[in-house]
């Protein structure tokens, strides 16, 4: 794996230390600062990218040329970075699993070189996957139990991000993707209509309905709005008794008011002797959008979301950090405004019923009717275990949203429950401050101020 998808300070940092020969044990957590006030919860993803990034990572001769020759590290650092491999302990939420604002999804003890180079990398993998499979929750959250269809691959940031968006909408709920290569590596069910190019490319709707019907008589969706969609439910409807088909059947409606059209779709529907014939909406689509249509009780069966979920339009990042927080024997914090950090190796201890998270130590027993969060997933540089199928994975989301407290799952306005820290961590946190202050040059004159 190319040691080089890394921001130069890392590797500036790395040389330095091995240089000095700082090869001490450090611990570094990565963690979100604040939830937006649109997110609830987060959904922990990414840390199996990381894992494999990690026990692959190395120098290339040719990374190294250019380190050399552009870059100008010196024939000792190269040689350092020749031997370069990570042999440190991960910790981690499993992928899936929900968590909250200021508790490690993440936490890497290693050498203190090893520990850092991975940074960048790190914070790329678990804040862009979590950041869009909390959004992808939202959706099913707001689905209701109706199936949700990633539509997403056109609008993503980039081809492989598109991958990533079909496994992560997977991996929270979505019942398909329209990304074939995405169904085929994860075994996804793949799902698609027409556009309305294919319409528009016959003589008439009928036409068109009639060819695509013929062709795929198993599983035709007709698109029925490219020139008014009621007109379009009549001709799907004729074509539907003209060549009797079955299997599963379906409209799709992917513009103007949907909830009317929807309405008005489904009398006509079943006045017909169509009432399996199932009513598919789509464009714009976001979770405030599919609450709105569910709430005010349009008979939509399946929602296809892409762009605004694909992106994570309203919040396409998260505040997230890496922050070492022991070196050698040492706890380290923090103490920058807004940006304080808590101290230690850490552990969150859950309690499922009623819901309520505890940030502690490593360390400490877990109290009486919680878990642990956070799983030994790599030691010594290798996986403890094979990568979890992606069905693990949503197990352990639907697991967790279950348990999730109403204020949390909220569409607007969500109150994320508090995450409150055990003694020992605040007692390790104020004498860690303590210390930190009191080494602190001219602190007298910094108290006067």
């Known amino acids: 794996m190319n040691a080089l998808l890394t921001d ?11 240089r000095r020969r700082m090869n001490g044990t450090a611990t570094f957590s ?32 040719d990374d190294l040329r250019y380190l050399g020759d552009g870059l100008g590290f010196t024939a000792a650092d190269l040689e350092a970075f020749r031997r370069f491999r990570f042999t440190g302990d991960v910790w981690a939420i499993p992928e899936g699993r929900i968590a909250f604002a200021g508790e490690p999804l993440v936490e890497v003890t290693a050498p203190l070189p090893q520990a850092q180079l991975i940074e960048t990398f790190l914070l790329n993998r678990v804040t862009y996957e979590s950041t869009i499979a909390s959004k992808a929750a939202r959706c099913v959250i707001a689905a209701a139990g109706r199936d949700a269809v990633d539509f997403s691959f056109r609008r993503t940031h980039g081809i492989e991000a598109g991958i990533d968006v079909a496994r992560l909408s997977a991996m929270v709920g979505f019942a398909a993707t329209s990304n074939v290569e995405a169904a085929r590596r994860f075994g996804l069910v793949a799902a698609g209509t ?21 062709d795929f008589p198993g599983r035709a969706t007709f698109l029925v709005d490219t020139y008014d969609t009621i007109s379009g439910v009549k001709a799907a409807i ?13 409209i799709r409606l ?47 069966d399946a929602f296809g979301v892409g ?45 499922s019923r009623p819901f309520s998270d505890m940030l502690g130590l490593h360390d400490e027993p877990v109290p009486a009717g919680r878990e642990r969060l956070l799983e030994l997933v790599m030691t010594r540089g290798k996986r403890t275990g094979s990568r979890p199928a992606l069905s693990e994975s949503k ?7 279950a348990v999730l407290p109403e204020g949390a799952r909220a569409l607007r306005s969500p109150k994320p429950p508090p995450v409150r820290t055990t003694e020992a961590l605040r007692t390790l946190s104020a ?17 006067k101020n």
């Open 238 to 250: 004729a074509v539907m008794h003209q060549l009797r088909l079955g299997g599963r059947l379906g």
């Open 307 to 351: 762009t605004k979920m694909g992106v994570s339009a309203d919040y396409p990042y998260l505040d997230s950090a890496y922050k070492l927080v022991r070196y050698q024997d040492r706890p380290v914090m923090k103490l920058s405004r807004d940006k304080v950090t808590a101290p230690g190796r850490k552990q969150v201890f859950r309690r």
């Open 254 to 300: 992917d513009s103007g008011d949907l909830a009317g059209l929807s309405s008005k779709a489904r009398r006509l529907l079943d006045r017909a002797g169509l009432s399996h014939v199932r009513i598919f909406a789509s464009g714009s689509l976001d979770e405030l959008a599919i609450d709105d249509l569910v709430r005010g009780g349009a008979p939509i």
């Open 431 to 447: 004498e860690t401050r303590r210390r930190l202050l009191t080494a602190l040059p001219n602190k007298a004159a910094q108290t």
């Open 194 to 214: 027409m556009a309305h190019s294919y319409v528009e490319a016959f003589s008439s709707e009928s036409e068109a309905f009639r060819a695509f019907a013929e």
């Open 395 to 401: 197990e352990q989301f639907q697991v967790d949203l």
């Open 30 to 61: 990565l963690f979100v600062r604040r939830l937006p006030d649109t997110r609830g919860f987060i959904v922990a993803a990414g840390v199996e990218s990381c894992l494999d990034f990690l026990e692959q990572l190395r120098f290339e001769e």
């Open 8 to 18: 130069l300070y890392e590797l500036n940092m790395v040389a330095s230390y091995l």
